[in-house]
């Protein structure tokens, strides 16, 4: 197994190395990643923070698999991500990874239980294994009796906790959450937040992007960034 | 495992396209217009060519027809002073064509009277055809009841006659009439046989037989009907002298057919002074009449096809609506980690069955219209196993080659991008 140098990152599920992330927009180059180099150990909750376009945003499409490095690498669980082609990529999104996402995207014309299962069907999943793994996962965050409801028919807590328990459908050992409390009140964010700090405390390691330092005070470091770049690292 | 994740694909793709029950049955109609149009001009044009065929076979795909015609000039001149006009074919031209061509196999003469014949009080103006036996084995009707005319009918000169079963129906109803006697004008025969018979016209070639015809033995016909036949006509009476009204040359094989027509028309330019004469080839007919139906084919196959374009041409966009309209969706699925290929496959996956069920309904659209013309306008039609099968091919071709650009798109849908679409 390959490791990224340094012995913290020994141990790390997530280590970049010199990231850098550079678009071509006209005639000018930005870049949402100006070498950037950290470790995540496995049951750490981060929060990123920052201002719009500080790059947090790329700095989660890069950790999700969504998007490539431009230079540098990325190591996730020990492979080596950063040159995977798409298909591949593809493949670590569904076996490493669960995203929560601001707004829930869950698809509507599915009911609940289709879409805990998604994952599950791509896994290839037979529907009677992948069906009893749905009422597991509904009852995990508190969904018993809703599972055979669109997502239209729920209210946004009820809506996060579906996404939460399809993120949670392939088992991954990290979780990315992109403002998961964004669309929703100050009340339900809360309980949402207590979920994954739940999820935290039962081993799952948790990447959370968000601008609000309520939110972020849940997690027990939060990365501040700046112009690309990591500006400071506070521990809470 | 294989099997039952494509059968559970098949579902996803038919559950999510029953979403929009209006706009899938909207979008299916293309196909199931142009594919109910596919079979349903496909079973007219082969039941219109099937009909010809069919005809065209009674006759004998071996035979050659020769019948007498009154030449254009005979007609003018029936009105003058000459009332006895002297025509067609004679004896000594089937001897010839015997003599002459070695691709015949045999010749069959024919002489027809109209006469008036009677069984009992019955009366009904029958053709009588005086001919030989081999004229049953030429066309090869079914004999109904008792037999044929024989050749020692012909040689003993026989006063027996055959009757078609349509003829001896309308004479006798349901007796017996095997064994009667029917007067033809003044002299009287015995019935000997019932056949069926086809009467009508194969592309333009009559038939050589009638729905009525009564058959007796050329010889006797010769003997107590003469070659003259007087007819009553608007100006008092006209008198015509034919030998033979018609020759079936029956060629020994298919290949020689054509040869040994135009050695017989060309013998016939020969000695006949006027064009009293024409020969009538099944065979070329039939050739024709298969071209023909290839050309129908094609013609009508283009319109469908430009239908089916057209159906086609909609399901893309509605697909490609579809693809926009879902983009969100298939940021979600990739982000899960979806492969291209998947996101493919599920689009590709709803066109296809969009277009087979749509083609499918076609089918049963296009075996209703034939079904109407056949009733309402007494065409015959028939849906073959083989139009069925091309048009679910076509349907599901339509299905493959119109969703293939719109799931192509799909799959390229940038899923950092999607997952922002609103």
New interface residues.
């Given amino acids: 197994m390959h490791t990224a140098g340094g012995k913290s990152h020994d141990r790390a599920v997530i280590a970049l190395e010199n990231v850098r992330k550079t678009y071509v927009m006209g005639s000018t180059e930005v870049h949402a990643l100006a070498g950037v180099s950290i470790a995540f150990h496995p049951g750490d909750f981060w929060a990123i923070m920052g201002p719009s376009g500080s790059g947090k945003s790329t700095m989660l499409n890069i950790l999700g698999c969504l998007d490539r490095v431009s230079s540098g690498t990325y190591i996730l669980e020990g492979n080596d991500v950063s040159k995977m082609e798409d298909d591949a990529l593809s493949e670590v999104r569904l076996t490493h990874l669960g995203f929560i996402f601001q707004s829930f995207n869950l698809i509507p014309q599915l009911t609940v239980r289709r879409n805990i299962e998604l994952p599950l069907y791509y896994l290839g999943w037979e529907p009677e294994r992948s069906g009893a793994r749905a009422v597991e996962l509904a009852g995990m965050v508190g969904l018993d009796g809703r599972l055979d409801h669109r997502p239209t028919e729920l209210s946004g807590g009820q809506m996060q906790r579906v996404a939460i328990a399809r993120a949670l459908a392939n088992d991954p050992r990290i979780l990315l959450a992109d403002e998961p409390t964004g669309n929703l009140d100050t009340a339900t964010g809360a309980q949402i937040l207590e979920v994954l700090s739940q999820l935290n405390r039962e081993g799952k390691t948790i990447v959370m992007v968000t601008h609000e330092s309520d939110v972020a005070s849940h997690a027990r470091r939060c990365l501040h960034m700046r112009d690309g770049c990591i500006e400071r690292i506070e521990e809470n | 495992m294989a099997r039952s ?1 494509i059968i ?1 694909n098949i579902l996803l793709g038919i559950e ?1 396209l029953l ?1 929009h029950k209006l706009r899938t049955f909207l979008t299916m109609l293309g196909v199931v217009f142009g594919v109910g149009s596919v079979v349903a001009m496909l079973s007219v044009g082969e039941g219109a060519s099937q009909e010809a065929l069919d005809q065209i076979r009674k006759i004998g795909s071996n035979n050659i027809l020769v019948n007498s015609i009154k030449a254009v000039e005979d007609v003018t001149s029936s009105s003058t002073r000459v009332n006895m006009s002297i025509y067609g074919l004679t004896y000594e031209d089937q001897r010839r064509i015997e003599e002459t061509f070695s691709g015949i196999k045999q010749t069959v003469p024919v002489k027809l009277i109209r006469k008036e014949c009677r069984i009992g009080e019955r009366a009904l103006e029958l053709r009588v055809v005086g001919t030989l036996p081999a004229w049953f084995e030429l066309l090869q009707r079914d004999v109904v009841a008792g037999r044929v005319l024989t050749d020692s009918d012909v040689q003993s000169l026989a006063g027996v006659v055959v009757l078609t079963e349509y003829g001896a129906r309308r004479l006798l109803a349901a007796e017996n009439t095997i064994g009667r006697t029917l007067r033809v004008g003044s002299s009287y025969f015995e019935i000997v046989g019932i056949v069926r018979s086809e009467g009508g016209l194969a592309g333009n070639i009559q038939m050589p037989d009638e729905q009525i015809d009564a058959y007796i033995p050329i010889t006797v016909a010769r003997e107590r009907f003469g070659d003259i036949a007087t007819m009553r006509s608007a100006g008092g009476y006209s008198r015509e002298m034919v030998e033979l009204h018609q020759l079936i040359v029956e060629a020994d094989s298919m290949d020689n057919v054509e040869s040994v027509a135009k050695g017989i028309e060309a013998m016939l330019a020969r000695f006949h002074k006027k064009e009293d004469y024409r020969v009538s080839v099944p065979l070329a007919l039939l050739r024709q009449a298969e071209a023909t139906k290839r050309t129908f084919n094609i013609v009508l196959g283009s319109i469908a096809a430009i239908s089916l374009l057209v159906g086609g041409i909609g399901i893309m966009n509605i697909m490609l609506a579809s693809v926009t309209e879902r983009t ?2 298939i ?12 996101i493919i496959s599920q689009f590709l996956i709803e066109t296809i069955v969009l277009s087979t069920v749509g083609g499918l309904i076609g089918i049963a659209l296009g075996m209703f219209i034939p079904w109407l013309i056949t009733y309402f306008a007494g065409m015959p039609t028939i849906v073959t196993l083989k139009s069925v099968l091309l048009s679910v091919g076509i349907s599901i071709a339509v299905g493959v080659v119109f969703g293939l650009y719109p799931a192509v798109r799909a799959a390229k849908v940038d ?2 991008v999607a ?1 922002r679409h609103e």
Avoid: Y
């Fill in positions: 994740r559970r999510n979403l969100r969706e940021g979600v699925r990739r982000a899960i980690g979806a492969k291209r290929r998947q899923p950092i997952l």
